[in-house]
């Protein structure tokens, strides 16, 4: 089902834009948890994602064990979209045919379509803006140090 309406803004831009409604800041926004082992099955490109991302997702708060193939599938999905991008680049998105007429290249197709998969895997992991402002952690998982985060949640309470 899809969501209607405006997308939300993040969290971290309301506060910095000066949001006083409290009712409209995620208070609950993930901040840490524990990460999964990067599987070894990944193509290389996609083990480097795992790292570059990984690690983010975990202070964030919401990498955790149980999405390993999930996240798996995000990396992987990455690597493919990034080899067929890089082949349009080096070479073009279309070729001759014997006969004379220009066909678009299979590396168009495939880029697009794991572009979209990719995308659909951004936004559960909150990895475009106004999917981490829809994100909420588990609060009695979550520590903080952060004195806004202190500060929002003293003036709930």
Request: hydrophobic letters at 30%.
């Amino acid at each position: 089902m899809a969501v209607r309406g405006r997308k939300p803004k993040p969290t971290g831009l309301k506060i910095l834009e000066g949001e006083t409604d409290k009712r409209r800041i995620n208070t609950a926004e993930p901040k840490s948890a524990g990460a999964p082992v990067c599987p070894e099955w990944l193509e290389e490109e996609a083990k480097e994602e795992w790292n570059r991302i990984g690690d983010t997702l975990e202070k964030m708060g919401i990498l955790t064990d149980i999405d390993t193939a999930a996240f798996a599938g995000y990396c992987q999905t990455y690597a493919r979209w990034k080899e067929a991008e890089e082949y349009l680049t080096n070479h073009g998105s279309t070729i001759e045919t014997k006969s004379g007429y220009v066909q678009q290249v299979p590396q168009v197709s495939i880029a697009q379509t794991n572009l979209k998969v990719m995308l659909k895997f951004c936004e559960q992991f909150g990895l475009t803006p106004s999917a981490r402002s829809r994100i909420v952690a588990d609060k009695s998982v979550e520590e903080t140090t952060d004195d806004m985060e202190m500060l929002l949640r003293d003036d709930e309470e």
